[in-house]
DNA sequence: CATTGACATGTTAAAATCTAGATGTCAATG
DNA sequence: CATTGACATCTAGATTTTAACATGTCAATG
């Protein structure tokens, strides 16, 4: 059960509500690293406020409750940061798909694959937009923060996930179809 | 749910048991794409049976019971093969772990990296000898099999994690650790 | 001042998944 | 020939997750 971990974790950087909590899912946790429901999201605050992981520390207008992480919901995330598994299991359903290629023609798997590329370029602009903007605005030397650590794994997957599928496209089947226009890394 | 597509996948490559795709299960797919227990698989199977996607063609000693897809089965797996989601939504425990770093201090974070960076060194030298395996005795110049296109995204996905995770150990806090030795690409 | 859309929190029933077993078969080993 | 370990299937109960709704508030817009 992850969930609470995650939502520890974000409440962990600041105090938030529910629909905020949920907001950050749906922006950017859900495409990378997890993904809840409101329907989840709601219930679980509950729980974990009435084990005293976290508790509501303003009422705002529109029945909003701020949450806030308190002193043992930090060790507890603590506890769960410090101890990782020996092995992390994945449901990925874009790797699943990869993995069973070999079900459909290849001329099909070439348009797929054509498919991913153009994504993976799309999803790499998107987040190194985001990045240059940062970097353009932080103070040169300074020490990077660990949001922009992330950010930049973020940058180098989608970047390999584009280079493979270019690659494997190239050597799939035959010729014939033209692939979208590569995206190389910067300078 | 992914688990019907992940095993009528597994089944269209060859027939198999429960017994054997739950080891498939384990051995490869549980890391990179998909995880599901025995106690799923089962259930699952015989579900898919009653729908008329795979059929028992054999039953064997100790009551091994060997599935294969049927026609049905390979239409049903072309069509979610071929009608992929507008987004994947992802749920990886490493990935959130990432995401949560700034939830310990610096020096903890700094440990975290540095285990990273030992983890994923030994996955893709792991990776990297069944790959190499593989091209020994695979006749050169033929085109490759989807297998080992998939097996290539696994080793670059790898040194990228293990090229991040050196990079951003170097970055992250102050010195005094010092980091395993960096993991190079072969030439 | 009516409408719209973002803000905001929930519930319920069904489906998927996990934990933790139970049960039995067969081949190899000592 | 007793033991061990891989082979092999299966279930029950609890937990997690999803889909689909249900309800209401407030600010801005025309």
Chains 1, 2 share one sequence.
Do not use: C
């Amino acid at each position: 059960m992850s969930l609470r971990h995650a939502l520890l974790g974000l409440l962990a950087e600041e105090p938030a509500s529910g629909y905020d909590l949920t907001r950050k899912f749906e922006r950017v946790l859900q495409r990378y690293a997890w993904h809840a429901k409101n329907s989840q999201i709601y219930p679980e605050l509950k729980q974990l406020a009435a084990d005293g992981l976290v508790s509501i520390i303003e009422t705002g207008p529109r029945g909003r409750q701020t949450y806030a992480i308190t002193e043992a919901g930090q060790a507890e995330l603590r506890r769960w940061m410090l101890n990782p598994p020996d092995v992390f299991l994945v449901r990925n359903e874009f790797v699943l798909r990869l993995f069973l290629l070999t079900a459909v023609e290849p001329d099909e798997a070439r348009t797929l694959l054509s498919q991913v590329a153009a994504d993976s370029a799309a999803a790499l602009a998107e987040l190194r937009e985001q990045v240059e903007k940062f970097d353009a605005t932080a103070a040169p030397g300074t020490t990077l923060p660990i949001s922009r650590l992330v950010a930049e794994y973020g940058v180098r997957s989608f970047q390999t996930l584009h280079d493979w599928a270019f690659w494997a496209h190239e050597r799939i089947g035959q010729v014939g179809t033209d692939p979208h226009p590569r995206v190389t890394a910067d300078p």
